[in-house]
């Protein structure tokens, strides 16, 4: 089974940085097509935040643009968020999403298991 694990997260003051990063890992894995990162506020429904096509192509959504970057290293299966400037607002459980083809031609979306961001003073 194909794995997301997730690293970073924690709790900043409000106008500060944190990176997160998502490996995914399994000799299954044939391809990566689209990998992004979603959050969810308590009490809100799960939102995408960002994310990249194997070509590099990004998204964001409008309420981090500006201020959130999406990076990956297709040779490591790693989608990175930097995120600066971050507001009380940002608060949220962190969601990695990467959907893949394997080897034996099957084609899945993962999700990670989710990092606290918490933008606090």
């Known amino acids: 089974q194909v794995q997301l694990v997730e690293s970073g997260g924690g709790l900043v003051q409000p106008g500060g940085s944190l990176s997160l990063s998502c490996a995914a890992s399994?000799?299954?894995?044939?391809?990566?097509?689209?990998m992004g990162w979603y959050r969810q506020a308590p009490g809100k429904q799960r939102e995408l935040v960002a994310d990249?096509?194997?070509?590099?192509?990004?998204n964001y959504a409008d309420s981090v643009k500006g201020r959130f970057t999406i990076s990956r290293d297709n040779a490591r299966n790693t989608v990175y968020l930097e995120m600066d400037s971050l507001k009380p607002e940002d608060t949220a459980v962190y969601y990695c999403?990467?959907?893949?083809?394997?080897?034996?031609?099957?084609?899945?979306?993962?999700w990670g298991q989710g990092t606290l961001v918490t933008v606090s003073s």
């Open positions: 399994h000799g299954l894995i044939r391809r990566i097509e689209t």
């Open positions: 990249i096509t194997s070509g590099g192509v990004t």
């Open positions: 999403n990467v959907a893949l083809w394997t080897w034996t031609g099957r084609y899945l979306e993962v």
